[in-house]
Every structure is written in structure tokens, then in C-alpha cells.
């Protein structure tokens, strides 16, 4: 019998995260992944109290707002928390900067390739820098410039995406980067998945979309309830009309507005073709439909216009609970998964 494993399997669900848990300074190897206007102070605190690991999600923040809502996440709990950053911010460097003042010990890089210069500011500051790999050859490339774990998000998660899901990213990945802890994210809504990918290699998971209906999450009551209700087929990915016109690929549920949205590229698309509009122009109009979009729906609660992004994760999603409740479930779920394994064998 494994010297770890005790009768519950607590012990080595423990061994399996080990990894994962000490690249976080945490007690568990899961992060709460960052989601724009939902992941503030409270959210992050709630998580990283809870045992876990937070991320402020800076989206479009300034460098004084950002330096604004870690202190007030650090007046909320003294445990480890991380900051992301999305790459193609006009001030990345000075973001980085306000992470390394306030000794924020972890910057994730999204949204992008991160520059060089970028990991090396972080890794310099005396941070450790995680980046999102969505392949094996820019894993690889990833970890030759310094990134000190990655993130891989398959197609089922919430928000922006990726095509490839995370049952196919695993098998890739996981067994080919060993250098550095590698957290899968994507449609993880149970702790008997959670126990499976650990046991592929994953040092860890990611997770976002379970955590919005947080008692500790600010987001809207109907942001809430649109996620209670949703069905994994009701998070759909946003649909391009036109292979000319490409649209970036966000997964949320289905509103009035990602309807609008396929008009709207209609109606834009013909006016391009009746020479109203430049292909560049075009392109922007399309662009600028979803600006302000999650903020409508997270902040403002209007979930029939706004983006509201969620993941095929979104049908676990049952009801509204505390943060430590949340945690204390998908773990139990996983020493449950290997306890019965140990009865049958
Ligand atoms: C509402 C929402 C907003 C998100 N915003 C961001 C973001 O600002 N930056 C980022 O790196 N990921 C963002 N994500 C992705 C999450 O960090 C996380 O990787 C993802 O939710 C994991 O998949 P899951 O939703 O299936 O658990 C967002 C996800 C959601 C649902």
C-alpha cells in the first residue's frame, strides 16, 4: 500500500498536489482563475483564506487602480495571492512594476505571447511568472524564457478561448513539459476531475467559472442566476459570420446579444461589400460591439445585452455558496473518487 495513502485518501490527494501547492504557497494546488470585474479583493481573498489561490484580474485597469485593489486584497488576507496581466495592456511594464512594489510573489502573463522583457522584469522583481501555453511548441518556448509554470486552458473554459480542449491539451502537454508545474484549466466543475488530471501530471488545476456564484463574489445577483440556471450547452463560443471577418472566440451563454452579434456582422459585412466601409473599419465595427460588454453584465446585472462569459462548467453550478464550501466539495469529491478506487482494489 502506498505509504501515503490513508483510509480517507485525504493524504494522498495531498501528495498528489504537492507539487503545485508549494510553486503557490498554498495548501492546495487550486487557483482561482482570473475573471475580469469578478475577480477583486473579495473573490481572491475569499480564495486564498479558503486555502487556495487567488488572481486579481487587472483586464484594463491602471497602474494606480491595480495598486489600489492589492492592497486591499492584502488588507483581506495575508495569504499568497497572484496578479494577471493581459499582455497587450499599453502599460505593461508599469503594471509589472506595481506588482513587484507591493511584493505580489506570482504575475501571470494572458492574453497573449508575453514579451520577453516582461517575464524577465517579473522573474528580476523576485516574482515567479506563470504563462498560458496553448501547445506544446510554445510550452517549450515558454519555459526557455523563464515562465516558472503555465497554465493550460482548453476550449470548455469560460471567457476567451483557445480551439483545442483541455481532455486533448492534457495528453499533449502534460506528458512532454515536466520542467515546470503545469495547472490545466477548463470545464472542471467536480473533484473527481480534478483527481484525474493530477494523476496525468498536472500539478494543479484552474478553475473560474464554479467559483462566480461565490457567496464572496460581487458580481450581479442575475450574473448569478443566469449561471445557476445555464446548461454546458447554453455556454456557447461567439460565432463568426465570415472567414474575412474573423471574431476573437469568447465562450459565454447565449443572450439577445450574442444574437445581435451575428446581425451586427451581417449588417457590417454588407456595408463593407457595398463599399460604405474599409476592410479595416469593417473590422473594428465588429470588434467594438462587445466593448464594455462584460462590465453590462457582471457590474450592471444586464445579462440579455452583456457578454456573459462562462464555461460548459456553468451546469455544476448549482446554487450560491461560500468560497470554503465550494473548495471543501470538489475536495471531498476527489478523496471520495479515490477512496472507492482503493475499496475496489
Ligand atoms: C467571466 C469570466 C471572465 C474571465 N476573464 C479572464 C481574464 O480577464 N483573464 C484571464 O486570463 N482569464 C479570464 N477568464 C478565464 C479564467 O481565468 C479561467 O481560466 C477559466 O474560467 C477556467 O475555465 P472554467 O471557466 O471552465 O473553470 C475568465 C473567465 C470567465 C468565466
Known amino acids: 500500500m502506498d505509504a501515503l495513502a490513508a483510509p480517507g485518501g485525504a493524504d494522498t490527494l495531498d ?3 504537492t507539487r503545485g501547492a508549494a510553486f503557490l504557497g498554498t495548501r492546495h494546488a487550486i487557483l482561482g482563475g ?31 487602480r491595480l495598486a489600489e485593489e492589492i492592497a486591499a486584497t492584502q488588507a483581506l488576507t495575508d495569504k499568497p495571492f497572484g496578479v494577471n496581466l493581459i499582455t497587450m495592456h499599453p502599460q505593461l511594464a508599469a503594471l509589472v512594476d506595481v506588482c513587484l512594489a507591493a511584493r505580489v510573489g506570482h504575475i501571470v502573463f494572458a492574453g497573449g505571447i508575453p514579451p520577453t522583457p516582461a517575464i524577465r522584469q517579473a522573474k528580476e522583481g523576485g ?19 523563464g515562465a516558472d509554470a503555465l497554465v493550460i486552458e482548453g476550449s470548455e473554459a469560460g471567457g476567451h478561448i483557445g480551439p483545442v480542449s483541455l481532455n486533448v491539451l492534457a495528453q499533449e502537454i502534460l506528458p512532454q513539459v515536466r520542467d515546470v508545474p503545469v495547472f490545466v484549466a477548463g470545464g472542471i466543475g467536480r473533484g473527481e476531475a480534478i483527481l484525474s488530471y493530477l494523476e496525468m501530471g498536472a500539478a494543479g488545476v484552474q478553475l473560474g467559472t464554479r467559483f462566480v456564484c461565490a457567496t464572496e463574489c460581487v458580481a450581479h445577483p442575475d450574473f448569478k442566476r443566469a449561471f445557476i440556471r445555464g446548461a454546458a450547452r447554453d455556454a456557447m463560443p461567439s460565432a463568426q459570420v465570415d472567414a ?18 451575428v446581425e451586427h ?28 460588454a462584460l462590465r453590462r453584465a457582471v457590474v450592471e446585472g444586464d445579462i440579455e445585452n452583456g457578454s456573459v462569459m462562462a464555461g460548459q462548467s456553468v451546469g455544476m453550478v448549482t446554487r450560491e455558496q461560500p468560497v470554503a464550501e465550494i473548495i471543501a466539495e470538489l475536495l471531498a469529491q476527489a478523496r471520495a473518487a479515490l477512496a472507492a478506487r482503493r475499496a475496489r482494489s
Do not use: Y
Request: with cysteine; proline share 4%; hydrophobic share 55%.
Open 15 to 17: 501528495a498528489l498536489m
Open 34 to 64: 482570473a475573471m475580469s470585474w469578478v475577480s477583486e479583493r473579495n473573490l481572491v481573498a475569499a480564495l486564498s483564506n479558503a486555502g487556495a489561490f487567488g488572481v486579481i484580474a487587472c483586464g484594463a485597469m491602471t497602474p494606480e
Open 127 to 145: 516574482a515567479q511568472v506563470i504563462c498560458f501555453a496553448p501547445a506544446v511548441a510554445l510550452a517549450k518556448k515558454l519555459v526557455r524564457s
Open 244 to 261: 474575412s471577418f474573423p471574431v476573437i472566440p469568447v465562450r459565454a451563454l447565449q443572450n439577445a446579444g450574442t444574437r445581435r452579434f
Open 265 to 292: 456582422q451581417v449588417k457590417v459585412i454588407r456595408r463593407f461589400q457595398a463599399g460604405e466601409l474599409s476592410k479595416e473599419a469593417a473590422q473594428l465595427e465588429i470588434e467594438h460591439f462587445w466593448a464594455g
